[in-house]
């Protein structure tokens, strides 16, 4: 909804301020329920098995770069 108020082509916009108010009071389902669930929220074991991996990457990367 926000998005579509801030449309740069004023045809994409709302055509009047009433209606982008109505929006605000009384969202539409699609705005409520968000389609994009974070990975962290669908599969938090995934997620620190590879937040863990890239961390054990980067200190591998470190403790290389010192040695040279």
Not at 28 to 47: G, H, N, V, Y
Request: aromatic share 12%; charged share 20%; proline share 9%.
């Amino acid at each position: 909804m926000l998005k579509k108020a801030v449309q740069p082509s004023p045809l994409n916009r709302f055509d009047e301020l009433s209606e982008f108010v109505f929006n605000l009071r009384r969202p539409d389902k699609a705005f409520l329920s968000p389609s994009f669930t974070p990975l962290m929220e669908r599969a938090p074991l995934l997620f620190w098995k590879a937040t863990s991996f890239c961390l054990a990457i980067v200190i591998l990367l470190l403790l290389i770069g010192r040695h040279l």
